[in-house]
């Protein structure tokens, strides 16, 4: 079993940043593909970004592209967003996700999807003021 522990949420102003952190507990964490997903009220849950379990291949949607940036310390068993320039469509609940079953990082159609991971933590909130 693995535990997905979110936290760092906030409020904070648009422009602004913030730093998501998903401590995980359980066996081997680090052989894990890992990836965060936000969901909007009254949306589906989207990819935001992905991180491979030694952390050289990374994954971004579009949309955060250039202002998120993903990384893992493997010595704490936890994995990071690093969210800059926040926007006020940037506000969701935010998500960790594992994907203990995969070897290989995949292709970004599959490594973007919902499918590819098999446990989730709980949430954290991100509100982005205008």
């Known amino acids: 079993q693995v535990q997905l522990v979110e936290s760092g949420g906030g409020l904070v102003q648009a422009g602004g940043s913030l730093r998501l952190s998903c401590a995980a507990s359980?066996?081997?964490?680090?052989?894990?593909?890992m990836g965060w997903f936000r969901q909007a009220p009254g949306k589906e849950r989207e990819f935001v970004a992905a991180?491979?379990?030694?952390?050289?291949?990374?994954l971004y949607a579009d949309s955060v592209k250039g202002r998120f940036t993903i990384s893992r310390d493997p010595a704490k068993n936890t994995v990071y967003l690093q969210m800059s320039s926040l926007k006020p469509e940037d506000t969701a609940v935010y998500y960790c996700?594992?994907?203990?079953?995969?070897?290989?990082?995949?292709?970004?159609?599959?490594?973007?999807?919902?499918?590819?991971?098999?446990?989730w933590g709980q949430g954290t909130q991100v509100t982005v003021a205008s």
């Open positions: 996700a594992a994907d203990s079953v995969s070897r290989d990082f995949g292709t970004s159609r599959m490594r973007a999807g919902r499918g590819a991971y098999d446990y």
């Open positions: 359980g066996r081997t964490f680090s052989n894990y593909h």
């Open positions: 991180i491979s379990w030694r952390g050289g291949s990374t």
